[in-house]
């Protein structure tokens, strides 16, 4: 499935670098999502944009900081992280209308750990 | 706000048996639900949707879900279970009444099959 790309899939960063997630959707979808996935623990939504504005953030910590320049790519900015931000990081695609069901589509994700 | 509970973080069945991935959902209006699948270092992959047309939904891999309803669930079944149907399942929903664009995902459940 290539619908939605993720760069890079495996990340290793200290707590003092500063890094960013890509990601892409070619679906031609209005909407996008960053997930965060921890062990044992039910996905996370961090942030929705929605044509570009962002419409959701769930408390999640400014060292997170999203950036949406254009309705295909998504970027998750990270700096001074913890070791508990060590997880896998997901993005997703919707298209939003009148008439979609809100399904969402994932990208393969970006294995991050914190050291 | 809705809510989706998954019973049973982990199932185990033998090559050929029925597969039964339980869910129940929460919501003030008739949701749409969703059942995703994510294999080991990948994404989410979606299974199959129901959007309030037929209460049986069938969807990829031979998996089928049915609506009720009056029990408020949305279970995950296939008939006879393949070595490659281990992963894990979610059961997602969305909010049809505030029109919130995000899924809220069940906790997950984890499918092995045995040989």
């Known amino acids: 499935e290539t619908g939605v790309t993720q760069t890079p899939r495996h990340l290793v960063m200290g707590m003092t670098n500063k890094k960013s997630l890509k990601c892409e959707q070619h679906?031609?979808?209005?909407?996008m999502y960053w997930y965060k996935q921890s062990a044992k623990k039910p996905l996370e939504l961090m942030f929705v944009?929605?044509?570009?504005?962002?419409?959701e953030n769930n408390s999640v910590p400014s060292r997170f900081s999203p950036e949406c320049p254009n309705s295909s790519h998504l970027f998750l900015h990270l700096h001074t992280l913890q070791p508990e931000d060590s997880a896998l990081y997901l993005c997703a695609s919707s298209q939003e209308t009148g008439l979609n069901s809100y399904e969402q589509y994932f990208g393969p994700g970006t294995r991050l750990t914190v050291t | 706000a809705q809510s989706v509970t998954q019973l049973g973080s982990h199932v185990s069945v033998s090559e050929g048996a029925l597969v039964l991935l339980r869910c129940n959902y929460s919501s003030s209006v008739p949701p749409y639900l969703f059942w995703y699948v994510q294999y080991p270092n990948q994404g989410l992959q979606l299974l199959l949707k129901?959007?309030?047309?037929?209460?049986l939904v069938k969807g990829i891999n031979g998996f089928e879900a049915e609506f009720k309803k009056s029990e408020t669930s949305f279970h995950l079944t296939k008939p006879s279970a393949h070595m490659s149907d281990a992963a894990e399942y979610f059961c997602a929903v969305s909010d049809m009444d505030t029109g919130r664009r995000a899924l809220t995902f069940g906790s997950g459940t984890r499918l092995q099959v045995q040989p």
């Open positions: 679906l031609g979808h209005n909407a």
């Open positions: 129901y959007t309030s047309a037929a209460t």
């Open positions: 944009y929605n044509f570009k504005e962002q419409t």
